[in-house]
């Protein structure tokens, strides 16, 4: 085997696909334009968004508003100045429930007037945990409301003065209250808010779909006879074979690479041990190699394998965890989607995420050499078989 | 007229004799659908949540709360609760996923939360079972926050009144605020539910596929076009007594019925086999055909802006791309902050799931789509005239 030829044949592989206009949008602006999207949409976590209309509610009704948002990564708060735009947002699914707080409500409360708030919510049961959570937060205020009635029943102070000690007093009198404690691991770590879902999940997608667009050149060099007469100079089949493996290898990495350092760049994405996700990134790109190939082998025309390769791309992707994360996945889709090798990247990713080292992703790196292995073998076979016929 | 309706025939026979366009057209949309519809749980809304309680305790007050507020939970068809015995097997029974979240409630807490020291209900909750723990802690939270009221009723009105407490005052004072405590709240929550205009999750994939594949099937028609002048067969149709606007329209109306008929069999084939549910025919009719007017007449602009096949192939699928993306396809808007929502409103893409949430509320017909309908109209007129235009010139020049 001659390896100057054989990274000829690779260079020149790449050099084809770069000079496709429209094929460098989708390998370098796409994927990041995703990434973006994704993170702008759920970087801040999966939390359900609350609506408030607060208008001269008073300090009482932003301490209400500051209880809801107060546990972390419970609710995320949006201010509104109109009901009416409150309650179109809840209609259409932007808000998750929406709460109007009456004019006064704060002077209504110290006074001992009755108060009433409005919660907005859609029919399902779920919007029941955004329910509780207003009926709690009220709950907490409304302890200091009855004391002060009561108070005021008992001892003929106005309601408004007894509301000002019973404020003093709760602060002295233990409460009763909530201890929580939280076991198990969140689905989806902390580690990844912010863009590193995406990326993560972008990457593997983008990789793996342009290896496949790329099976469609091997086709063409076919049959527009290139693969014949580069078998008819005095070139090795061996070289022609690693030639077209590396080219395709070599197109993997060029967008693994770059989506890596772009997103840690321009997103702040951190990937963790650098080690270990080149290991990744270059086992998967040897994966997207081996399918692509053995696509370009087995595919009668480019346009079949352009458009079943990169649906068929799309499709795995899905399967595997890189489109919606396998995270939220039900049971049977989470033991389906470890037939790809799309899963196996992902999960090693999210190891090293977590502050894992090469060591910890070492099942997922095994896994992917496995892959590789065989599916370059396999193309390999093929593509000897169809350069030969 | 005949010769653009042969044209059409022509062009649509070819299509469907090759089997990509079969593929990009009904079973990548399909497939993708389906995949999506499967991995991401669908949400139906509805909760099934298990609870677990230990009760140390056995008072009069955590009676209260397994017979209030957690018969409620069980009650409103969202929970079900089981007593199970001692702190060490709620946290197991956490821990082996037997149930999502446990209540403990020490023994004295009811003791406690008679007289002035701190009282606590433990809750244990699992991080993968989070709608469960926020329900539990607002539940413990709302019935401590009533024990609470009353032992501050009594500590107020004992410092308000400036007397020293005598014992029989203070079990005076707290029978009565517990007898107060059944008074109707000073803070009433009024729940009003609202009517969601949200397509459930599946119909979500089904219709952003179709939507998004839609684009690429369109593309077809105007790609023939530039097909045949490579090809030379262009210049023999105009040498033939054929109007050029035959020629352009017959090539438009080829990809326009594919498109028309490929997103009817989509919707058909969701409904039937994935579940989806699009509302109303006669709007879906109607939105569909509006789509494809959108997705024709963008197509057919952006390939006029092209030299060569692949050239207008490439830009094609930039736009396509591009316009699902913002248009929310990929990922939907109403997770996205706000701005992006408004970008999205000049995508043909955002219209059309609009229009189809708007019919996703029950009983809503054609009159729900009539502003989306409108929009995807105007904007495949609008594209598609221009587009024609320069299609016709493409075709005089060759």
């Known amino acids: 085997m001659n390896l100057f030829k054989a990274v000829a044949i690779a260079r020149i592989n790449v050099v084809r696909l770069l000079r496709d206009r429209s094929g460098l949008f989708f390998i370098f602006v796409f994927p990041l334009m995703l990434v973006l999207v994704l993170g702008l949409s759920f970087g801040g976590g999966f939390a359900p968004r609350v609506g408030v209309v607060a208008t001269d509610s008073g300090d009482l009704g932003e301490e209400l508003v500051e209880a809801l948002g107060g546990e972390p990564g419970e609710w995320e708060i949006q201010r509104y100045d109109d009901a009416d735009d409150l309650r179109a947002a809840v209609r259409s699914g932007q808000l998750g429930a929406g709460l109007i707080l009456p004019a006064g409500y704060d002077r209504r409360l110290r006074a001992g007037e009755p108060t009433t708030i409005e919660l907005i919510t859609p029919p399902q049961d779920t919007a029941f945990s955004i329910r509780g959570a207003v009926e709690a937060a009220v709950a907490g205020q409304a302890t200091l409301a009855r004391a002060a009635q009561f108070v005021s029943e008992q001892t003929d102070v106005p309601v408004s003065d007894a509301f000002e000690t019973a404020t003093q007093v709760q602060a002295e009198v233990p409460p009763i209250g909530v201890a929580v404690t939280s076991t198990g691991e969140a689905p989806i770590p902390a580690s990844l808010s912010g863009f590193g879902l995406g990326a993560q999940s972008q990457l593997i997608l983008f990789m793996f779909v342009t290896s496949m667009s790329a099976a469609g050149q091997l086709i063409l060099s076919r049959q527009l006879g290139v693969s014949s007469r580069m078998v008819s100079t005095p070139t090795t089949l061996g070289t022609i074979l690693v030639g077209e493996a590396l080219g395709r290898f070599g197109i993997a990495m060029l967008q693994g690479i770059f989506i890596v350092a772009a997103t840690a760049l321009a997103f702040g994405v951190s990937w963790g041990d650098p080690l270990a996700t080149a290991a990744i990134v270059i086992l998967f790109a040897a994966v997207g190699a081996g399918a692509a190939m053995l696509v370009g082998a ?36 989470d033991a389906i989607s470890r037939i790809t090798p799309h899963r196996w990247a992902i999960d090693g990713l999210r190891e090293l995420a977590a502050g894992g080292g090469i060591v910890d992703a070492l099942p997922q790196l095994g896994v992917l050499a496995a892959f590789a292995t065989v599916l370059i073998g396999l193309a390999t076979w093929r593509l000897r078989v169809a350069l030969t016929r | 007229m005949r010769a653009a309706l042969l044209i059409a025939a022509k062009d649509l026979r070819e299509r469907l004799r090759d089997r990509t366009a079969l593929i990009v057209a009904v079973i990548a949309p399909f497939g993708l659908a389906a995949i999506l519809g499967t991995v991401i749980p669908s949400g139906d809304g509805s909760l099934d949540l298990r609870y677990a309680i230990a009760d140390a305790d056995g008072s009069p007050v955590s009676t209260a709360f397994l017979e209030g507020p957690l018969a409620g939970l069980s009650d409103a068809g969202i929970a079900e609760i089981t007593p199970v015995d001692g702190a060490d097997a709620a946290r197991a029974a956490v821990d082996d996923d037997e149930a999502d979240a446990a209540f403990l409630i020490p023994a004295g807490f009811g003791e406690a939360s008679r007289g002035t020291a701190a009282a606590e209900i433990e809750l244990i909750t699992r991080a993968d079972a989070s709608i469960a723990g926020q329900i539990g802690q607002s539940v413990a939270e709302q019935f401590a926050a009533e024990l609470d009221a009353v032992r501050l009723s009594v500590v107020a009105a004992v410092a308000a009144g400036g007397v020293p407490p005598d014992p029989d005052e203070i079990a005076r004072l707290a029978s009565s605020a517990a007898e107060a405590s059944s008074e109707p709240p000073p803070i009433v929550v009024e729940v009003a539910s ?166 996703a509320v029950p009983a809503s017909g054609i009159g729900a789509v009539l502003l989306p309908t409108g929009v995807l109209l105007l904007i495949g007129l609008v594209t598609g005239a221009i587009g024609l235009v320069r299609a016709r010139r493409l075709v005089v020049t060759r």
């Open chain 1, 298 to 333: 087995v595919a009668r025309n480019a346009e079949q394998a352009n458009g079943v390769g990169v649906f068929a791309g799309l499709g795995i992707a899905a399967l595997g965890g890189a489109m919606a994360p396998p995270e939220i996945f039900p049971p049977i889709m």
């Open chain 2, 194 to 359: 609202t009517e969601v205009a949200e397509v459930d999750s599946r119909t979500y994939y089904a219709a952003s596929m179709a939507i998004f594949f839609l684009f690429f099937t369109a593309s077809f028609g105007p790609l023939s076009l530039l097909n045949e002048r490579r090809q030379g067969t262009l210049a023999r149709l105009v040498a033939a007594p054929i109007h050029p606007w035959a020629i352009v329209l017959g090539k438009s109306l080829g990809s326009f019925i594919l498109g028309i008929v490929a997103t009817g069999v989509l919707v058909v084939a969701s409904t039937l086999i994935l579940g989806a549910r699009w509302g109303d025919p006669f709007g879906v009719a109607v939105l569909v055909l509006a789509a494809v007017t959108a997705a024709s007449g963008i197509t057919g602009l952006v390939t006029t802006l092209a030299r060569t096949e692949q050239q207008a192939d490439g830009l094609n699928s930039i736009v396509a791309v591009t316009l699902a993306v913002l248009g929310g396809t990929f990922i939907p808007l109403s997770q996205a902050p706000e701005i992006l929502g408004q970008i999205g409103l000049i995508t043909p893409h955002a219209w059309f799931l609009d229009g189809l949430d708007e019919l």
